[in-house]
């Protein structure tokens, strides 16, 4: 039995969005251990607030990995599990031995501007195969990212520039 032929939706056009899909998991396995070094790595006055606000940041990661994962075996595929093939895929880097807050913030702000980019286009592939719910979970996505970067970007900011 295939999910598909319950779900309504083009085998065809679903296959291009599972395959967006798939680079986005790898995208986001390689930002939570990211994001992990950072929480371990991170020195400086802004220690209290930035540990924990990485492991925050790395559980909304791990929370989305499980959800874009189960969002590709609704649409009939199987998501990979394994870091060697994450990293064949992986857009994002990996990165270790960072201990500055303006480089960790500064390769956030890398990272998301690479996600926003990757999850408008498969928004779009999303749309022409008429899945309207992957569509609507990386609209989410979208949305709590542009408000973080924000936030980073007003927490990189000396208030001096300001004024
Ligand atoms: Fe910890």
């Given at each position: 039995?295939?999910?598909?032929?319950?779900?309504?939706?083009n085998e065809n056009k679903v296959a291009n969005v599972v395959a967006a899909l798939q680079n986005l998991l790898a995208d986001f396995?390689?930002?939570?251990?990211?994001?992990?070094?950072?929480?371990?790595?991170?020195?400086g006055r802004g220690f209290f607030v930035l540990h924990e606000k990485f492991e925050s940041m790395y559980d909304d990661a791990a929370a989305k990995v499980d959800e874009i994962a189960e969002r590709?075996?609704?649409?009939?595929?199987t998501p990979e599990?394994?870091?060697?093939?994450?990293?064949?895929v992986a857009r994002i880097q990996e990165v270790s031995?960072?201990?500055?807050?303006?480089?960790?913030v500064e390769n956030i702000l890398e990272t998301y501007k690479h996600f926003i980019v990757e999850e408008r286009k498969l928004i779009e592939l999303a749309e022409e195969a008429n899945d309207v719910v992957t569509a609507d979970l990386?609209?989410?996505?979208?949305?709590?990212?542009?408000?973080m970067i924000w936030m980073l970007v007003a927490f990189s900011t000396r208030s001096c520039e300001n004024k």
């Amino acid at each position: 039995m295939k999910t598909l032929n319950y779900l309504n939706l083009n085998e065809n056009k679903v296959a291009n969005v599972v395959a967006a899909l798939q680079n986005l998991l790898a995208d986001f396995q390689v930002y939570y251990t990211n994001l992990r070094g950072f929480h371990w790595e991170i020195k400086g006055r802004g220690f209290f607030v930035l540990h924990e606000k990485f492991e925050s940041m790395y559980d909304d990661a791990a929370a989305k990995v499980d959800e874009i994962a189960e969002r590709i075996l609704t649409l009939g595929g199987t998501p990979e599990n394994k870091f060697s093939d994450y990293l064949k895929v992986a857009r994002i880097q990996e990165v270790s031995g960072v201990t500055s807050s303006r480089e960790a913030v500064e390769n956030i702000l890398e990272t998301y501007k690479h996600f926003i980019v990757e999850e408008r286009k498969l928004i779009e592939l999303a749309e022409e195969a008429n899945d309207v719910v992957t569509a609507d979970l990386l609209t989410g996505y979208l949305k709590e990212q542009e408000k973080m970067i924000w936030m980073l970007v007003a927490f990189s900011t000396r208030s001096c520039e300001n004024k």
